[in-house]
């Protein structure tokens, strides 16, 4: 395994720095505050509520480990999505996985916040003071939580791992001393205290039960932030897996003694934990431990809270800003969020952007508790789709995982089913957490279509060009309609063909479409040559085909209008493209029959005007012109890249500009330009500015007689025509020249 993972990350992180991001991320602060509201739901249980969370966590975590071995980049379930579904479904859960991130971040720099003003207070009290009212302010809380955000946001800057590293190893030294004091107790307690504390074990049923349980599946959320910062772990196939199952080992081995503990020697005597919970459910914890271990046990858990809180901020804004980097990279986010500082390589604007959001939340939003439990909802459906797109993967994917779920596919199912009710309660027992949720949803879908669409699409087509399995991953097999008339044209058209299909997976129907007379008796002699003359046409488009390692399907049908023909073989066959040749476009009628097909389907359109015997080969320079952000990047994104795989590496992209334009301008222009290209290219980019104004005339100086131009067509009022430039250029050049256009 390379030190560079292949989104460009460096692999910095080892075994123990990424067992670190989950334990920092999971152990503490969930326990710590939502253990009140599990004991005032269903009593001593609580502990039982956990230890299933555990199980649904343990089985959750699996699925992840198998996706993350196979898919070893940044993202986390973003990533997942977009390799097994698509970008649109990928932009959607990295959208609200984004958001939960965020929300989780705000909730512990707002826990860090209120536990660092009430030890503040409790030692303004040690010295006999009387503490100030500005103290417990909202406004000394907001301070607090966002300086916290902004020094560990800057600490990200500096190195990957962060400055949550110690405050993971305190806590865990404090929650240890804390778990012997309370052994310690539990020793010299009088005979029954185990059995008191825990009887009745279920206060309020099998439904309180369940009630703790989606109250505290949130405590054990932090084991996926692992696989979001997967591109940066070394040897993550080995690696990601073990991570993340030892921090959630490390996790249960805390909670459950510790709740049992509580449960039983930190009862106030004449009460039950339910009871001390219900009266002081924020506190319990700390009440616990005072009545075991005295002021000593009240500052470890005041102690333990300020380390959990910071670890788990620190874990957040890490896992944010790297989804936030991913979704850049794709383009379903702005480009600028992808810069990295220029030494240490670290995704400053992504991490600035996070911490932006999170001080944005804190500072504008009153209340948060409906907002984390949205982020709660959020991560139970993402991990719910994890378990789904473990699934496809399994069945789809001809590459064996190097860490694969056990008992499949019943551990992925039932952890699928788990997480899927879970939520469900989640939804109906906090109803403003699904309305929140779907405000935020609705706001990136707005953006995606508004913003992101164009790019996203093109440098997805481009990214599924060049990786053949990922056309497998997503169940895709695309075919390919190619109407052939001409022997001499079949070469240049397979190929154009085959790279219009998705690799692997992708099929190309070669069509001969024969035409019938009105009278068959009176023309049979015509007809017979006609139906010899098509045989040849297979013939030679198939040889072609397989000389070049290609194996199209062929068909020959017989009707009296070729253009209706082809048109409902697109549409019954279900094509995604349709492939037109033409040695010339001069003549009316042809474009006038090619424009009403290309209105007559449901498909991509790609037509090709090429003179004879033209072919593509490894010497054929591609010239893009560039003049704006049509519907068809996608396509063309797709076409640059099979052609790519195929050795056809001579791409530029050239843009029209006035020579009267200032340098600065052009130079501005041309960096444009360049980036633009780098998405849809192999290698470096070759981008260039053609100051003319005539457009025709600079690429038929531009392109020689074996090259080929990349045009788009036309959409006006829902139709799909041949624009006047395309049309000049395809009859003033001697390239060939492609004119592309995505489905309506």
Same mark, same amino acid.
């Given at each position: ?10 692999? !910095?992180?080892? #075994? ?18 939502l253990a009140g509201a599990a004991f005032q739901a269903t009593g001593p249980s609580a502990i039982l509520a956990f230890a299933l969370n555990g199980v649904v966590a343990v089985i959750t975590a699996l699925s992840f480990a198998e996706m993350s071995s196979m898919f070893p980049e940044s993202g986390g379930a973003y990533t ?33 916040? &209120? ?6 207070? &409790? ?19 907001? $301070? ?17 791992? $962060? ?39 279920? &206060? ?14 949130? @405590?054990? +959320?932090?084991?996926?932030?692992? @696989? ?137 939003? #009153? ?96 990214? &599924? ?64 040559? =006609?139906?010899?003359?098509? +045989?040849?046409?297979?013939? +030679? ?9 290609? @194996?199209?399907?062929?068909?020959? %049908? ?14 019954? !066959? ?43 080969? =490894?010497? %054929? ?79 038929? +100086?531009? =392109? ?41």
């Open positions: 395994m390379s030190a560079a993972s292949k989104g460009g990350e460096t692999r !910095r992180l080892g #075994p123990i720095q990424a067992i670190g991001v989950g334990v920092g991320a999971i152990v503490g602060g969930g326990i710590l505050v997942f999505a977009k390799k097994v579904l698509t970008v649109r479904a990928a932009f959607v859960v990295g959208w609200v996985l984004w958001f939960a991130y965020i929300v989780a971040g705000v909730l512990y720099a707002l826990g860090f916040a &209120e536990y660092a003003v009430l030890a503040l207070g &409790e030692i303004w009290n040690a010295f006999g003071a009387e503490q100030p009212p500005w103290l417990r302010s909202r406004s000394t809380v907001l $301070g607090l939580a966002v300086l916290a955000t902004a020094a560990y946001s800057l600490m990200l800057v500096r190195k990957s791992e $962060g400055g949550g590293q110690w405050e993971t190893v305190g806590k865990l030294v404090v929650f240890g001393v804390l778990i012997l004091l309370a052994v310690w107790a539990l020793v010299g307690a009088p005979s029954g205290t185990v059995e008191g504390g825990l009887t009745p074990f279920f &206060e309020h049923g099998t439904g309180g039960l369940f009630t703790a349980m989606g109250f505290t599946f949130i @405590a054990l +959320q932090g084991f996926d932030l692992i @696989a979001t910062v997967g591109g940066e772990v070394k040897k993550p196939e080995r690696n990601i897996p073990r991570a993340m199952l030892m921090s959630l080992g490390i996790a249960l081995a805390v909670y459950i003694p510790l709740l049992f503990l509580i449960s039983t020697v930190g009862v106030s005597p004449g009460e039950s934990i339910g009871q001390m919970s219900s009266e002081r459910p924020a506190t319990v914890m700390a009440d616990a431990a005072f009545n075991f271990a005295g002021p000593l046990g009240y500052w470890l858990v005041v102690v333990a809270a300020l380390l959990s809180t910071l670890s788990a901020l620190s874990a957040n804004v890490l896992a944010a800003s790297r989804i936030s980097l991913q979704m850049a990279t794709d383009r379903t986010l702005p480009r600028v969020l992808q810069e990295r500082h220029q030494t240490r390589g670290t995704p400053v604007m992504a991490i600035y952007a996070t911490a932006l959001a999170m001080a944005f939340i804190l500072l504008m939003v #009153p209340s948060v508790s409906s907002a984390g439990a949205a982020a709660s909802l959020i991560f139970l459906i993402s991990f719910a789709l994890v378990h789904w797109t473990n699934l496809l993967a399994r069945q789809r994917s001809r590459v064996k995982a190097p860490f694969r779920t056990p008992w499949f596919p019943a551990i992925p199912v039932i952890g699928g089913l788990a997480c899927s009710l879970l939520a469900l309660y989640q939804a109906f027992a906090v109803p403003a957490a699904g309305a929140i949720a779907v405000v935020w949803l609705g706001l990136g879908v707005i953006l995606y279509f508004g913003l992101f669409k164009g790019r996203a699409q093109a440098v997805d087509a481009f990214a &599924e060009a060049r990786d053949p399995h990922l056309g497998v991953l997503r169940g895709r097999s695309p075919l390919v309609l190619v109407p052939v008339a001409n022997p001499t044209s079949a070469v240049g058209m397979v190929t154009l063909a085959n790279a219009l299909a998705i690799p692997i997976v992708g099929r190309v129907l070669l069509l001969t479409v024969v035409r019938r007379p009105a009278d068959f008796a009176a023309a049979e002699a015509e007809t017979t040559k =006609a139906l010899g003359d098509a +045989q040849h046409v297979v013939e +030679q488009a198939m040889a072609a085909s397989l000389t070049a390692g290609h @194996a199209p399907e062929a068909l020959m %049908t017989i009707a009296t209008d070729p253009w209706k023909e082809i048109a409902r073989i697109a549409q019954t !066959r279900d094509c995604e493209s349709l492939l037109i040749g033409f040695s010339s476009l001069e003549e009316h009628s042809n474009v006038a029959h090619i424009e009403q097909l290309l209105n007559a389907v449901d498909c991509d359109v790609v037509v090709l005007r090429a003179p004879k015997d033209w072919s593509i080969n =490894a010497d %054929t320079k591609i010239i893009v012109p560039v003049g704006g952000r049509g519907g068809h990047d996608a396509l063309r994104a797709r076409l640059l890249g099979s052609l790519g795989r195929a050795g056809l590496k001579s791409v530029r992209f050239v843009q029209a500009t006035k020579q009267s334009l200032p340098r600065s301008n052009k130079l501005q222009l041309e960096r444009e330009l360049r980036v633009f290209a780098k998405e849809e290219t192999y290698g470096a980019p070759d981008a260039k500015l053609l100051e003319s104004t005539d457009i025709v005339e600079a690429l038929a +100086q531009e =392109a020689g007689p074996n090259d080929l131009i990349i045009l788009g067509l036309r959409h006006q009022r829902g139709k799909r025509l041949f624009s006047e430039l395309a049309l000049r250029v395809a009859r003033r050049t001697e390239a060939a020249t492609l004119m592309i256009s995505r489905r309506s």
